[in-house]
């Protein structure tokens, strides 16, 4: 086995977010010649990352309450509450998404990459060296109550919803950066919530709980019928940020046969809970243990977070996967685990969940 295998089919990235940020012009140039960040095509397949979870995210520029220095320097503190931004309107995050998916589709335009739709285009892109990207909102602001423009980004491609980012929306609450505390914070779905989770079943796209409150898992986890999934999010246990899931939770979506993506976040992975890089990846593998032990090898995956959060410097970018995998085979991962960590459990809940 070699350092780059088993490809690593990832829970999240943020690369739609900053491409947008940095100039929609330039996007495929800096995507296939490089970049600053942590994903760009060569590093891609420097690290063995054959696809993932390419997220439609709307940033709350002008209405952020601190700005991103003022965030970073709170969450360095031994403990922080980050007041959220007010919701989104819905049209202006509308706009957002659309030039965002713009993005990807003229990624796909380049032949590198592919927007799947299927489990088995994801698989057929991986054997065949395309990044496998599958169409993710982080936040469901720019979603109409109507559902026409869920119809619309279906189409081209939309497959996964997460209802909340942080902020509330129309659909639910998210939970706050917020160190220590647990995400029994605010109340569940909306009525709106709920028919997206049932108009969401019916169209076979995933719900994604990372984020979302406890009374908001708990109300998914009662009206959905597809496995219960938590993209990039980690273990309240061992870090006990706001953000991470209880053992409680865990127990949730072990019931349900979902699975849970590993975050590469430093602050969602550090006992201390603070932004610090000098983070060693055997926190990563403190993690996965107890992911495996409380729901089991088949439900544990990477979200990485590239490009959306700072990771262990050990790992840098997207690159760091080939460390990552050498200290989990060292750690006494074996293959079979490898392969099913890397990408095989991701393959079998999205089999269990697309229609
Ligand atoms: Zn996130």
């Given amino acids: ?10 829970g999240h990235n943020d690369i739609l977010l900053q491409l947008h940020r940095d100039d929609r012009a330039g996007a495929v140039k800096s995507f296939l ?12 397949k420097a690290g063995g990352f054959g696809g993932g979870f390419f997220a439609l995210y709307v940033p709350s520029v002008g209405d952020m309450v601190l700005s991103i220095d003022d965030r970073i320097d709170a969450m360095c ?12 309107d819905q049209a202006e995050a509308l706009v957002c998404c659309m030039e965002q998916t713009a993005i990807l589709l003229d990624l ?10 299927t489990v088995s285009e994801i698989r057929t892109c991986m054997a065949s060296g395309i990044i496998a990207a599958i169409l993710h909102m982080e ?3 720019a979603i109409d109550r109507d559902f026409a423009s ?27 950066f917020r160190y220590p505390s647990d995400g029994n914070i605010g109340s569940g779905l909306t009525e709106d919530g709920i028919r997206l989770v049932e108009h969401c079943n019916a169209r076979g796209i995933m719900i994604d709980c990372a984020h979302l409150n406890e009374a908001g898992i708990r109300d998914v986890a009662k009206h959905s019928d597809a496995p219960i999934v938590a993209t990039h999010s980690n273990v309240h246990a061992i870090c006990a940020s706001s953000r991470n899931l209880t053992d409680e939770q865990l127990g949730i979506i072990a019931d349900s046969d979902g699975m849970v993506g590993l975050n590469f976040a430093v602050s969602f992975l550090r006992e201390d809970g603070r932004k610090f890089a000098d983070t060693p990846l055997d926190t990563l593998l403190k993690h996965l243990d107890h992911l ?4 089991g090898e088949d439900r544990v995956g990477f979200g990485s977070d590239f490009d959306g959060a700072l990771i262990p410097e050990e790992m840098g970018d997207v690159t760091g996967l080939v460390p990552l995998r050498k200290a989990m085979r060292n750690h006494g991962y074996d293959s079979a685990l490898m392969e099913k960590l890397c990408n095989a459990n991701w393959m079998r809940v999205l089999e269990n969940t697309w229609k």
């Fill in 33 to 44: 010649e490089g970049r600053s960040g942590a994903l760009d095509l060569s590093r891609m």
């Fill in 108 to 117: 796909e335009r380049t032949g590198t990459l592919k927007i799947c739709r």
């Fill in 292 to 295: 495996i032990e409380r729901i």
């Fill in 139 to 141: 936040g469901a602001e």
């Fill in 150 to 176: 869920l119809e619309v980004l279906y189409t081209a491609g939309l497959r996964s919803i997460g209802p909340v980012w942080s902020r509330p929306t129309i659909y639910g609450e998210g939970v706050p």
């Fill in 1 to 10: 086995m070699s350092d780059t295998t088993p490809l690593v089919f990832d």
């Fill in 77 to 88: 503190e031994p403990s922080f509450d980050l007041p959220l931004p007010p919701m989104l």
